[in-house]
């Protein structure tokens, strides 16, 4: 995954309230999404779970009234003249999934809206997080020696859009028992964390991110604070109609789970993009990018104008939950076909259908592209991640700070597009562009639906 950004600012509701405190202006409903924990031989039982979105995305207001703590892309410095007294002063509150945030469910499906204009704001995009049974924590995953399949309905979600369905090493309370400050936890959606060890968190282990804050020069809701939130990543999906990437990412030295960084371990500028903690590159296996531009798409192979089933297996060394993570296959199902994944066409590669690290090994050296997944433990490093347990993230998102164009098209621009490598996907090098994408496509869509988690062969038919 690449940058992410996003949000949004609320101008007056009344007040409730936890900044990390709680607020009661609204109360907190997480909308309920069912899904599948299969058995061998395919038998499937419902789980009722919900989402909840992140904590980035919600008003954050005085704990003593309706007075914000951030506005746009600000912090009030009275309320914020630090961050501890910040996180001490002001509450997040609850969330109107549907009339604020276009984000609806029903029964297994969840529908992500790009753009809702609310009563008092216009939301830019979305990212929730699927809770356990309890409704108080969130939902931990292990997929080794297991397989996990989702449908996904793209066929509103044009260039430049990213739909997104991965997993993220957080802390299942949210990082509440860390952090004192913290008083939401995971019901307000607060600890994410990624690869990209993303500096726009308004709080990080439950202390506002407010210092040396500066707001984005592109994006009207978002900014910078002097600390970034890092962990593995395990993108499952990142996707539009025009193309899909599935990236394994792994960090070092954060003994696997949620770490604040500063400085040179946050990887953030592009002298030391290699020389933080975090692979931020990952190991892509995106279609097109590996020499086949007919696979997956508009009228495609796999034709993204309808509905597509996205099954994910991770198979370990020994064929059990304890093995090394060995590969990550990719097939997909459609209109009651299995369609195996594309394999790679590239020159100097043998023919790969799935992710290894042979695979990881033999793109970068093809591509010219720094090794940060081997360097910092590849496959077996993202294994031992999910046995410790990760959390399913679904978003939508624009790129303020790339275009989307590394899934999408031509990246990076200053390259020819014939260099091996560069070219990721049909859309144009213009498409991506946020101002574009807000004003024409805020009706864009992605659609999840009927997860499935099992054994490897028992959430499809085939
Ligand atoms: C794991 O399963 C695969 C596919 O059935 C098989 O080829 C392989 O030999 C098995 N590995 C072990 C260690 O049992």
């Known amino acids: 995954m690449f940058p992410k950004a996003s949000l949004l600012s609320l101008a007056l509701l009344t007040?409730?309230?936890?900044?990390?405190?709680?607020?009661?202006?609204?109360?907190?409903?997480h909308p309920k999404l069912s899904w599948?924990?299969?058995?061998?031989?395919?038998?499937?039982?419902?789980?009722?779970?919900?989402?909840?979105?992140?904590?980035?995305?919600?008003?954050?207001?005085?704990?003593?009234?309706?007075?914000?703590?951030?506005?746009?892309?600000?912090?009030?410095?009275?309320?914020?003249?630090?961050?501890?007294?910040?996180?001490?002063?002001?509450?997040?509150?609850?969330?109107?999934?549907?009339?604020?945030?276009?984000?609806?469910?029903?029964?297994?499906?969840?529908?992500?809206?790009?753009?809702?204009?609310?009563?008092?704001?216009?939301?830019?995009?979305?990212?929730?997080?699927?809770?356990d049974t309890s409704d108080s924590k969130y939902q931990m995953f292990n997929v080794l020696n297991q397989e996990f399949t989702f449908d996904v309905d793209?066929?509103?979600?044009?260039?430049?859009?990213?739909g997104a369905l991965y997993f993220v090493s957080m802390d299942a309370d949210g990082g509440m028992a860390k952090s004192t400050n913290n008083k939401a936890g995971a019901k307000y959606g607060t600890g994410y964390c990624d690869t990209q060890c993303p500096h726009d968190l308004k709080f990080i282990n439950g202390v506002a991110n407010s210092e040396g804050w500066e707001p984005s020069d592109n994006d009207q809701n978002a900014g910078k604070g002097k600390y970034g939130t890092c962990c593995n990543e395990m993108d499952i999906w990142e996707a539009n109609m025009n193309g899909a990437a599935v990236t394994p990412h792994v960090c070092r030295g954060t003994s696997g789970g949620q770490t604040q960084c500063s400085?040179?371990?946050?990887?953030?500028?592009?002298?030391?993009?290699?020389?933080?903690?975090?692979?931020?590159?990952?190991?892509?296996?995106?279609?097109?990018?590996?020499?086949?531009?007919?696979?997956?798409?508009?009228?495609?192979?796999?034709?993204?104008?309808?509905?597509?089933?996205?099954?994910?297996?991770?198979?370990?060394?020994?064929?059990?939950?304890?093995?090394?993570?060995?590969?990550?296959?990719?097939?997909?199902?459609?209109?009651?076909?299995?369609?195996q994944n594309s394999k790679t066409k590239i020159s100097g590669m043998s023919s790969y259908d799935s992710?290894?690290?042979?695979?990881?090994?033999?793109?970068?050296?093809?591509?010219?592209?720094?090794?940060?997944?081997?360097?910092?433990?590849?496959?077996?490093?993202m294994g031992q991640a999910f046995a410790k347990g990760m959390v399913l993230v679904m978003s939508l998102w624009d790129d303020h700070e790339a275009g989307m164009l590394w899934l999408d098209s031509n990246y990076p621009l200053d390259k020819s597009p014939s260099t091996p490598g560069v070219a990721r996907g049909a859309c144009d090098a213009a498409s991506g562009?946020?101002?574009?994408?807000?004003?024409?496509?805020?009706?864009?869509?992605?659609?999840?639906?009927n997860i499935k988690f099992g054994p490897i062969g028992s959430t499809y038919a085939h």
């Open 15 to 29: 007040v409730g309230a936890l900044g990390q405190q709680v607020g009661t202006q609204q109360s907190e409903t």
């Open 36 to 131: 599948s924990k299969c058995a061998a031989g395919g038998s499937c039982t419902t789980q009722q779970g919900s989402v909840v979105l992140d904590s980035n995305w919600r008003w954050l207001h005085s704990t003593k009234d309706t007075t914000n703590c951030y506005t746009g892309n600000t912090w009030d410095t009275t309320l914020c003249p630090n961050g501890i007294t910040c996180a001490q002063n002001c509450a997040l509150d609850g969330a109107d999934y549907s009339g604020t945030y276009g984000i609806t469910t029903s029964g297994n499906s969840l529908s992500l809206k790009f753009v809702t204009k609310g009563p008092y704001s216009t939301n830019i995009g979305s990212r929730v997080y699927l809770m």
């Open 154 to 162: 793209m066929s509103r979600l044009p260039c430049g859009l990213n």
């Open 263 to 339: 400085g040179i371990d946050c990887g953030d500028s592009p002298d030391h993009r290699y020389d933080g903690l975090c692979d931020k590159d990952g190991c892509d296996f995106n279609s097109f990018r590996m020499g086949d531009t007919s696979f997956l798409g508009p009228g495609k192979t796999v034709n993204t104008n309808s509905k597509i089933t996205v099954v994910t297996q991770f198979l370990t060394s020994t064929n059990t939950t304890s093995g090394t993570l060995k590969e990550i296959r990719r097939l997909y199902v459609q209109n009651g076909q299995v369609i």
């Open 355 to 381: 992710i290894t690290d042979a695979f990881c090994n033999a793109q970068k050296q093809a591509f010219g592209d720094t090794n940060s997944f081997e360097d910092r433990g590849g496959m077996a490093a």
């Open 433 to 449: 562009d946020p101002k574009t994408v807000e004003s024409q496509h805020g009706d864009a869509t992605v659609v999840f639906s």
